[in-house]
Every structure is written in C-alpha cells, then in structure tokens.
C-alpha cells in the first residue's frame, strides 16, 4: 500500500538552528500538507503546496517557515531559526485530486528545540 | 472562525462494552466533517467524510452520523485493537478538535 514516508523521524536541535524536514509523498498525489501537533494539543494546519506553490498557509507559517519541492519527489520543510515552541510532531500529508480533507499522513517527525 | 469540540477527552470501555463519541463544531458552512483515527506515535489516518445533516458512514464496528451542530462516532461491540484517540476535523484545510482517547479493555 503507497504511504508517506518522512525524516528524520527524530531531531533534537538548539535554538536558533536551521532544520529541514523532509517528506516523500505518494507517487501520483498533487496536493501536499504540513500539519504539526504539539505535545498534548490539536493537530494544527501550517501550510498546503500545490502546482509548485502554496496556496494556503495559517498564521503559524511565518517569515521562518518555508517549504519547497526540490525534485519530483521530495517535499520539505524548513525552519530557519528554530525557537522553543517549535518542538512538536510535524506531520506531511498528501492528497491525489480535489481539494478534500481525505488527507494521507506521514508517521510525523518530531522535533525537540533545546 | 470554525472550531471542534470533542467529548469526552478520554474514554475506557470493556470490550463489547458499544458506546458514542462526540464532535460539537461551529462553522460559518461545512464543507465536509472529517474522522481519523491516531495511533500513538503515528499520523492520523482517515476514516469517513460527512458531508450533511442526516449522513451516515460505517466501516466494520464504526458508524459516523452527522446533524447540524455535531457528529457522533458510534462503536459497536469494540475490541482492544479500536484503542486509539480518535480525532473529528472540519472544512480544508482541516480544522482538527483535540480527540478523544479511546482504550477498550479484554
């Protein structure tokens, strides 16, 4: 069965470092999503990326976010400047047509912000 | 702005033991009111989409209905493996509520 993989599945970092997490989607889905969860709270939407654009991002995807598909295949993340209430489970999911909320999600990876 | 509500928090049953969790939301339209269900550790995986008042889903012991304000996941006879925390989500991008956390003891 196609799944999303992501990685690391872990990352331990010190405040104000650059991270990159990285996504690979399912082979034929054109909708991808950054969603984070942290610890004890709601999944919360960052940012959703189609046709090599974002079309939606929420108030948490500031200046220090980013996302980018570099290949045909990949799907990242990164933080510029991690701060401490960065630390959270980021999840990646994608999606094949049709903007629905029929989401396909990564295992997540977590990020701990020292 | 949309937001879920989800109760109870947590939730023990025996198995066999049928219950309901529910999804209160508050939306200017829906566009769809979604269920997953987390495994720890995991990503959410998806299980029904409703779509108006009056739906119905099933998947094996699962049922989802849908009214106006809110949606009920129905278990019926659970077994251990139902133990999970299951999450309602509203509209896209999904507003998700915090869930609610499922254990059902043999």
């Known amino acids: 069965e196609p799944e999303v993989t992501q990685t690391p599945s872990h990352q331990v970092t010190q405040m104000g470092q650059e991270v990159i997490l990285r996504c690979v989607p399912i082979?034929?889905?054109?909708?991808f999503y950054w969603y984070r969860q942290i610890l004890g709270q709601k999944v919360e939407f960052l940012v959703s990326?189609?046709?090599?654009?974002?079309?939606?991002k929420s108030e948490i995807f500031d200046d220090q976010f980013s996302v980018e598909r570099p290949d045909g295949s990949n799907f990242t993340l990164k933080i510029r400047s991690t701060k401490l209430e960065d630390s959270a489970m980021y999840f990646c999911?994608?999606?094949?047509?049709?903007?629905?909320?029929?989401?396909?999600f990564g295992e997540g990876s977590r990020l701990t912000v020292l | 702005e949309d937001q879920v509500t989800q109760s109870p928090e947590a939730l023990r049953l025996q198995e066999g033991e049928s219950s309901s969790l529910n999804c209160s939301y508050t939306?200017?339209?829906?566009?769809?009111l979604f269920w997953y269900r987390q495994d720890p550790g995991k990503g959410p995986e998806f299980l029904f989409t409703?779509?108006?008042a009056g739906e119905e889903k099933e998947k094996e012991r699962l049922k989802a209905t849908l009214t106006k304000k809110e949606s009920f996941l129905h278990i019926t006879a659970p077994k251990p493996e139902d133990s999970a925390t299951y999450l309602c989500?509203?509209?896209?991008?999904?507003?998700f509520g915090k869930g609610t956390r499922l254990s059902v003891i043999a």
């Open positions: 999911a994608s999606l094949d047509t049709g903007n629905t909320g029929e989401l396909f």
């Open positions: 082979s034929n889905h054109l909708y």
């Open positions: 990326f189609y046709n090599n654009e974002i079309s939606e």
């Open positions: 939306v200017s339209g829906l566009r769809g």
């Open positions: 409703l779509y108006s």
């Open positions: 989500a509203v509209n896209t991008p999904l507003v």
